[in-house]
């Protein structure tokens, strides 16, 4: 299978596992946003429902696991195995550098009994609702920063040079909204500190088959686990427990997806389908 082919069956797989997941958790009454007063009745249909999505990723994810190389037919408890330790092998010193930033932001939000567990001299509570509100932000943004960022890298003449204003046009336009949304010019900073993963997965040098498929699924997984720190949390971006939550969930996932490379799992299997030690 080609790397845009595997990278857009395993975005298929993660969307329908997400969903399979808030169905079962909203029918169980594990998410307030999502209560009803017919609870026997969401049961009853969201269940069904849930199984088939599960089963219609768990499906896909077999196919992609065939074409990794890995020999479908092992116990389950071997392949697992086989999986954890593959996903143990992941980190590298760059992944490891990237997850930094995410881990110091996630610590900022975490709450205690009396205060904050970690919190820098100068960080307030306003703005780390406002650094959740700018990372939203970001993830609307990053589809047309990465579209223009890629005209301006890989085109000539002109186009790279329309491209390239294109894209310092559309980036000021967000650091623009970011200080808004601040009220200073501290939001563009958060902006730009926001970034630092990004462009650290941006910079790396790969065959041109796989930037894309690799910041599609980086995308994907953070609008997935944004909408998951939401509905989890149930917050409005508030001074509240909740907005905390919320970032602590987010960040913390973003930290576990830098350190072990996960949205370039799709792209590892693309390329071990001949080399199968090499995943």
């Known amino acids: 299978m080609t790397p845009w082919k595997i990278t857009t069956q395993s975005m298929i797989s993660v969307t329908l596992f997400w969903f399979a997941g808030l169905l ?22 969201s269940i ?36 954890t330790t593959l996903l143990l092998d992941r980190p590298t010193w760059r992944s490891l ?22 919190k820098f001299p100068g960080v307030t509570e306003v703005m780390l609702i406002d650094t959740m509100r700018i990372e939203f932000l970001l993830i609307h943004g990053f589809p047309f920063l990465i579209f223009w960022a890629l005209i301006a890298a890989n085109r000539l003449g002109a186009i790279r040079i329309a491209g390239a204003l294109i894209f310092i046009l559309v980036a000021g336009f967000y650091a623009g909204a970011a200080s808004n949304v601040a009220g200073s010019y501290q939001g563009a900073l958060i902006f730009l500190y926001l970034l630092i993963p990004d462009l650290i997965s941006y910079t790396r040098s790969d065959p041109d088959e796989y930037v894309r498929p690799r910041l599609a699924m980086r ?15 149930n917050t409005e971006f508030l001074q509240n427990s909740a907005s905390f939550q919320a970032g602590l969930l987010f960040f913390s996932w973003i930290a576990l997806m830098e350190l072990f490379r996960l949205a370039d799992i799709p792209l590892d299997i693309a390329g071990a389908q001949n080399t199968p030690s090499a995943i």
């Open 48 to 83: 069904p429902f849930a199984a088939v999505m599960a089963g219609v990723a768990l499906s896909i994810c077999r196919e992609i696991i065939q074409a990794s190389g890995i020999p479908m037919e092992q116990a389950k408890g071997r392949l697992l195995l086989k999986l």
């Open 219 to 233: 995308w994907a997984l953070q609008f997935f686990a944004m909408l998951t720190a939401l509905v989890v949390s």
């Open 24 to 45: 079962t958790f909203a029918s169980l009454g594990l998410l307030p946003i999502m209560e009803t007063d017919t609870p026997v009745l969401a049961f009853c249909v």
């Open 97 to 118: 550098f990237a997850s930094i930033s995410p881990v110091i932001l996630a610590l900022q939000y975490w709450e205690t009994d009396t205060s904050f567990l970690l």
